[in-house]
């Protein structure tokens, strides 16, 4: 359990060498018209990515991230617009994109999500939130004994709200990154919001996926029209995000199944040097941008566990 927050914690380490001269989150960057991605500051308070989406009277928040998160994307939202914050969509369970719902609903927003969400949740918390309570004090602050759920939740893919100037698209394609993992996707526009189903950077935390059927769900994406990527984590991007992040998973598993059907064991894969796990595992060039040492032992682990098991990482106890 302990150990989403230490991926969290590699990640952001991993950040800091990558880019250590950018400290603070990205402000709002537009993508197309009335459309502006936010990069969180993964490094210092890791914060989730958000995007603003304009309709017509008011705006959508994709993901709620956590408290101090849900207050800085809300300030910038309002930097770009005074329409009111109507939705925030939930990508997914995780304490860095839901943590500030109650953030949103107090200021009269309604959070969203697809069901997979508030039943991840229900499978994980209060856990997660009370053991995350001691370590941030945005959460402690929040004086609450269990994250607040997503309000309204949906079954329906894609699940479509428009209103005559702007069509988004709620999209689920299965099981990658959680079993609730929700992207949002702008057919006019062609972007694509991923939460963490696709990040731009070494930051896939693989303790809750599926690392086999990962790919599946960003075949799913591929087959839409999309000229903008925008990822839970990581830079905005192209295509590019999703054509690698789908090449790590599955050059992640081959190598681990080569490994596995050689008769390696775990010990043989991730061992330990000067008290920190070391992947003893290459992976081709083609997927750097996804690879670190930090984070590569937890993934090589989880990967080991589905070949061996054939359950996905996030069935087995954790
Ligand atoms: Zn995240
Ligand atoms: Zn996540």
Avoid at 26 to 42: K, M, S
Avoid at 158 to 167: A, E, K, L, N, S
Avoid at 268 to 279: S, W
Wanted: net charge neutral.
């Amino acid at each position: 359990m302990k150990r989403i927050w230490l991926a969290a914690g590699f990640a952001a380490l991993l950040a800091l060498g990558f880019a250590i001269t950018r400290g603070d989150a990205q402000p709002n960057t537009l993508i197309a018209p009335g459309v502006w991605f936010r990069e969180g500051d993964l490094v210092n308070q890791e914060h989730c990515n958000n995007v603003i989406i304009e309709m017509k009277d008011y705006l959508i928040v994709v993901d709620a991230n956590y408290p101090s998160g849900a207050r800085l994307a809300m300030a910038d939202a309002k930097k770009v617009s005074s329409k009111p914050v109507k939705f925030v969509f939930d990508t997914h369970h995780h304490g860095d994109h839901t943590y500030g719902n109650a953030v949103w609903t107090g200021e009269g927003a309604m959070t969203i999500a697809f069901q997979g969400v508030a039943d991840e949740m229900k499978r994980y918390e209060p856990a997660r939130w009370r053991d995350t309570m001691k370590e941030r004090k945005d959460v402690a602050d929040m004086h609450r004994d269990t994250p607040e759920p997503p309000q309204q939740t949906f079954t329906d893919s894609p699940h479509v709200i428009t209103d005559g100037t702007r069509r988004v698209e709620f999209y689920y394609f299965g099981w990658a990154h959680t079993r609730g993992d929700g992207l949002v996707y702008l057919p006019q526009e062609r972007v694509l919001c991923t939460g963490d189903a696709a990040v731009n950077g070494p930051y896939n935390f693989t303790g809750d996926g599926n690392i086999g059927n990962w790919p599946k769900v960003l075949d799913g994406a591929l087959k839409l029209k999309v000229d903008h990527v925008l990822p839970g984590h990581g830079g905005a991007g192209g295509k590019e995000i999703l054509v690698g992040q789908r090449a790590f998973m599955i050059e992640l598993r081959k190598a681990v199944q080569a490994e596995a059907s050689k008769g390696k064991k775990l010990d043989d894969l991730v061992q330990t040097a000067n008290g920190k796990p070391v992947a003893k595992l290459q992976l081709p060039d083609a997927v750097k941008t996804w690879v670190s040492a930090e984070s590569l032992p937890d993934q090589v682990k989880d990967a080991y566990h589905e070949v061996t098991t054939g359950k996905a990482a996030g069935d087995l106890p954790h």
